[in-house]
């Protein structure tokens, strides 16, 4: 009787032990994953750039040690079964060549992840051109980046395949817009109209750095003079900007009474 309660406490030695090892996995991880993100949160006081650098580590922080977690737990439950531990990650020095062969490029696309966080290539919500793929960069793990283009379609790119990078999103864009006016207006007027626009749009369209620039005549074309206004914007964030300059300087352009004309053909019968 008393060898059958033994067998009963080993069998639910076997089956509760696992469970047990398992939430306390996934307690720890959750715990320690907490403490990183209240750690990573007090980068609120520093610059935009470096609190994405900070977001993009504090990712891939946590994913290796979803990986260590997991690893631990699953060495903890074979020594619950009487595997020896101890003898497994001794062997491992004999079996590292096999297994470094058969998952080099798993340790290709961690060392290459951990390199471009280190070198800051690019970082969570980075516009970039990889592979002539280009797109927000939404996801940086220990072997893949993820992006999504403006239509919404991600492409998966292991790290070590990453090679030439073209980041948009480390420096300022520019925003220009041409516009086209009637040979008929007067050059000095246009001139300062658009001027006294430019002063009194400063700071007010969203995501404009810096003062417009009115740089005068770009070109005379076959059917108007074409002024260029200029102005420096948030990264990527010229297109927005531009559709603002247009509709100030139609507003500011129809005030002053001057026209913007239509495209011509002039027609010549030969006689």
Not at 116 to 143: A, S
């Amino acid at each position: 009787m008393i060898g059958l309660f033994d067998k009963i406490n080993f069998d639910v030695k076997l089956i509760l032990s696992p469970i047990i090892y398992i939430v306390l996995g996934i307690v720890i991880y959750e715990l320690l994953k907490l403490i990183i993100t209240k750690i990573f949160k007090k980068t609120n006081l520093i610059s935009r750039h470096k609190q994405k650098q900070a977001e993009t580590l504090k990712i891939v922080l946590i994913n290796l040690l979803k990986y260590l977690d997991i690893i631990a737990v699953g060495l903890a439950i074979l020594t619950i079964y009487g595997i020896n531990v101890r003898s497994i990650l001794a062997g491992l020095g004999v079996t590292a060549v096999l297994i470094g062969l058969a998952f080099q490029d798993i340790a290709k696309d961690i060392l290459a992840g951990i390199s471009i966080i280190l070198e800051d290539q690019y970082e969570i919500g980075d516009y970039v051109k990889i592979d002539g793929f280009e797109g927000k960069v939404n996801f940086i793990g220990l072997r893949t980046t993820r992006i999504v283009d403006y239509k919404g379609a991600t492409k998966i790119i292991a790290n070590h395949l990453v090679t030439d990078v073209i980041n948009y999103s480390l420096n300022n864009t520019l925003a220009i817009v041409d516009i086209g006016i009637d040979y008929g207006e007067d050059c000095e007027k246009v001139k300062k109209v658009l001027d006294e626009m430019a002063t009194n749009l400063k700071n007010k369209i969203k995501n404009a750095k810096g003062e417009i620039k009115v740089l005068g005549i770009e070109t005379l074309a076959d059917s108007a003079v074409v002024y260029r206004v200029t102005v420096e914007t948030t990264s990527m964030e010229h297109y927005q900007v531009q559709r603002e300059l247009r509709r100030e300087i139609k507003k500011a352009l129809d005030k002053a009474n001057i026209k913007i004309p239509f495209p011509q053909v002039e027609v010549h019968n030969g006689k």
